[in-house]
C-alpha cells in the first residue's frame, strides 16, 4: 500500500506538471530519466536514480554562487551562474 | 532500547526534545559545528558559538541526565569566504582541549567549489597535526556524488589522516560503497525530505552489513526528526531483526567510533 501510495502521488504529480504553462525545467527532465532507471531489472534502482540527478563531473567549480542544492545538476552553464 | 544520536545540533531544539530523546533511550548526544541557517558576520560569532558547544550545551543536556559532545569547525556553507575561514581556524586550537570537544566537524564541502576545497584542506591538517577525529559532511542532492569524491582524495592525500578515524555522513546508496571500500566510516543521516528514510538505512545496513556504519538524526533548525533514530529502531525490529543486530548499529558502533577520542566515556547506564 505504501508503494502505491507513493506511485499514484508521482502519476498526479507529473499529470499536475503536464497541466501547468511556462518553460521546461531541468529539473524535470532529470525526473523523466530517473523516472526510466525504475523499469530496469537489477537491485541498484535506487543508486542509479541518485545518480541521474548527481554531476557527473569531477573537477572543483570555480566559486559557489549558492548554498543550495537545487535537486538536479543544472549543467555547466547553471554552475557558472547563469540558472 | 538504547541508542546514541551521533549527530544533533541541539543549540537547535528545545528541552522538550531532549526529554524526548532521553525517554526513548537516548544515552549520549555529539554535536558538530554547523551553519546556523544565516551567515555569521565575523568570526566573533563563531567564538561566541564555540562556547556554547563547549560551555553552554553540555551544562543544558546535563539537567536531562545526556553527555553531550561536540566537534568543532567552520562549515563548509560559510568557507567560501577564505579570510573569516582562517580567522575561525586559529580560533579552534584554544577550544580542542576542552572535556567534551572530540574532534573537527563537520567539515566538507557543500557545493564544492576550490574555496571549500581549500579550506577542507586547511581543517584536515589541522586535524592530522593534533591527531585529532574527523567527522565530515557530504554535500546535497546532485552535489554529494562529486563532493564525496572530492572528500575522499583530501583525506587520503593526507598521510596523518587515518581512515578509521574519519566517519563520512550522509551516505546514501551511491555513495556508501565509496566510503566503506576506502576503509571510512559511514553516516546515515534520516531526514523526512532528503537525505535517507529509515527504510532506506535498513536496507543499506542489509546489503553492505553493520560494521563501520552508524545512523543519525541529524536534528536542527531545519526539517528534521530528534528521534529519527529510535523510529528507525522501530522499523528495525519490525523487519524482524534481532536485539543484538539493531544495538550494534544504534549504540555499540557509535561508541567504537568515538571512544577513539579519550574524551568519550562510554555512558554508564550501558552493560
Known sequence: ?83 | MRYIEPHGHMVSRTTDDYTAMVSAGCEAVCEPAFWAGFDRSSADGFYDYFCQLTEHEPKRAAKFGLPHYSWLCINPKESEDVGLANEVLSLIPDFMDRPNVLGIGEIGLNKNSRNEVQVLEKHVDLAGSRDQLVLVHTPHLEDKRKGTRLILDVLKSDSRIRPERCIIDHVEEHTIKMVLDEGFWAGMTLYPESKCSPARAIDMLEIYGTDRIWMNSACDWGVSVPLAVPQTILEMRRRGHARDWVDQVAFQNPVAFMRQSPKFQVPSGSH
Open chain 1, 1 to 83: 500500500m505504501d508503494a502505491r501510495h507513493k506511485l499514484v502521488d508521482l502519476a498526479a504529480f507529473m499529470d499536475r506538471v503536464n497541466r501547468g504553462e511556462g518553460n521546461p525545467d531541468f529539473r524535470y527532465q532529470a525526473f523523466l530519466e530517473a523516472v526510466k532507471v525504475l523499469g530496469e531489472g537489477g537491485n541498484s534502482r535506487a543508486a542509479a536514480v541518485l545518480e541521474v540527478f548527481s554531476d557527473p563531473t569531477s573537477e572543483p567549480i570555480a566559486s559557489a554562487t549558492t548554498k543550495a542544492a537545487c535537486g538536479a545538476w543544472p549543467g555547466e552553464l547553471g554552475e557558472s551562474g547563469a540558472n
